[in-house]
């Protein structure tokens, strides 16, 4: 059997890239060398200024900005189509745009399952076929990066759908991996803890100042933190890393995400 070799990747497709994880993704993956796609849903003004900064600190690179609203599927996948034609094909493609929701079991209703399962699931899944079947007919392989989070292994209260729809794509994951492995396409997950993100209600924060007695490294995580490992997972030193998720999160789960959130004390440090 002949599998493709991936070759140095040339462009990359970031969801969900006007902010946070998405923005410091699109920033790293520049400066490893690529082209940039990258899309926004209410936050027009953010995606730009995630494709200047691109461009400011690395002149030579492209970054284009689409527009991406995961709750119209399944045509709003196709703005992966759209994104490769301008950046004349894609080598990676991180799904990083996401959604959640706070709702207690019992007060649940069906439009807001579906909604937080089509933006977290779903979507992810034909935004991934469009990007594979792209990187197939290149005939060069490829890299697709999922962002989940830890509740892609650990519950958390008043999060049913959030959880069900980033364990979902956990699993996901790993079947990708298995199917398009042929292909020479690598298949990975990044599961965040807390990051410092407006998704957080914390933009903007200095990580360091913050104390978070239920982590063990203390602290929330930085945006780029999370970046380093997709650029990772992007790059040619990944090249025989597939089907696994990768957990950054300075700790959490070692200590149950409730808890990770909700200790306000030291005390357990000391057995």
Known sequence: ???????????????????????ATAVRLAAAGLDIGLTWHRDLRGAEE???????????????????????????????DVLA????GVDVLVNNAGTGTATPFLELDHETVRHVL??????PLLCAQHAARRMISQGQGGRIVNVTSVHEHQPRVGAAPYCAAKGGLGLLTQVMALELAVHGITVNAVAPGEIATPM??????????????GI????PGDAREVAAVIAFLAGPNASYVTGASWVVDGG???????????LHEDDWRDG
């Open 85 to 88: 034609e301008r950046l004349g």
């Open 50 to 80: 995630t494709a200047d900064e691109v461009r400011l600190q690395h002149a030579d690179r492209q970054a284009y900005v689409e527009h991406l609203d995961l709750s119209r599927l399944p045509e709003a996948a196709e703005v992966v």
């Open 200 to 213: 957080t209600g914390q933009e903007d924060t200095d990580v360091h100042t913050e104390q978070r007695p």
């Open 252 to 262: 959490m789960l070692r200590m149950g995400p409730m808890a990770g959130s909700h």
């Open 1 to 23: 059997m002949n599998i493709p070799r991936a070759v140095p990747a040339k462009t990359a497709i970031v969801t969900g890239a006007d902010s946070g994880i998405g923005r």
């Open 118 to 123: 089509d933006v977290d699931l779903v979507g």
């Open 216 to 219: 063990p490294l203390g602290r």
